[in-house]
T-cell receptor
């Protein structure tokens, strides 16, 4: 299973875009990239996932490099409520792989 | 509203006592999971269940037990054999074991030892 590497912490000004990187250089062709976030003392919340193409939903955008070895989660206009720990996870399509939540990136959005 | 309900929100355990954490979902999901989270750490898998009447050990199952007698319920018992039970416990479910099984989490139970 592919491992992921994320910076331990980042900060961002309110109203600006937050770009959270994730390295998954050992990803295989059938593994999806998933992002979750966990606001303090709550359960993690699903944000977005993708395989090869860039994806966008109401919460965020996911940019996956052409070689699929890294990805970036973009929160286009960060708010104070986006302060959370963000987890990047890879999953095998159709397999019994259970997501592994590492330490993630602690994003602090400041006024 | 559909979702996952964990109870209680806070729980205290005395030495030598078994305690049970409740997890109920009304999402009609087949798969359910229990994770443990220690301060500043990621989530570690305790047990998971792909379908009713079946469950498997995760990475840190020692000192814990589960049952899956109903599709909507997956209670976790923290036994006296678990010597360091103080942690935040999270229950999750996913529609099935397939390709895009997004996990949905409960609000968690914080367990402390008296």
């Amino acid at each position: 299973d592919a491992k992921t590497t994320q910076p331990p912490s980042m900060d961002c000004a309110e109203g600006r875009a937050a770009n959270l990187p994730c390295n998954h250089s050992t990803i295989s062709g059938n593994e999806y990239v998933y992002w979750y976030r966990q606001i303090h003392s709550q359960g993690p919340q699903y944000i977005i996932h993708g395989l090869k193409n860039n994806e966008t939903n109401e919460m965020a955008s996911l940019i996956i490099t052409e070689d699929r070895k890294s990805s970036t989660l973009i929160l286009p206009h960060a708010t104070l409520r986006d302060t959370a720990v963000y987890y990047c996870i890879v999953r095998v399509k159709g397999g019994s792989y259970i997501p592994t939540f590492g330490r993630g990136t602690s994003l602090i959005v400041h006024p | 509203d559909g979702g996952i309900t964990q109870s209680p929100k806070y729980l205290f355990r005395k030495e030598g006592q078994n305690v049970t954490l409740s997890c109920e979902q009304n999402l009609n999901h087949d798969a359910m999971y229990w994770y443990r989270q220690d301060p500043g750490q990621g989530l570690r898998l305790i047990y998971y269940s792909q379908i009713v009447n079946d469950f498997q050990k995760g990475d840190i199952a020692e000192g814990y037990s589960v049952s899956r007698e109903k599709k909507e319920s997956f209670p976790l018992t923290v036994t006296s054999a678990q010597k360091n039970p103080t942690a935040f416990y999270l229950c999750a479910s996913s529609i099935d074991w397939g390709a895009k099984n997004i996990q949905y989490f409960g609000a968690g139970t914080r367990l402390s030892v008296l």
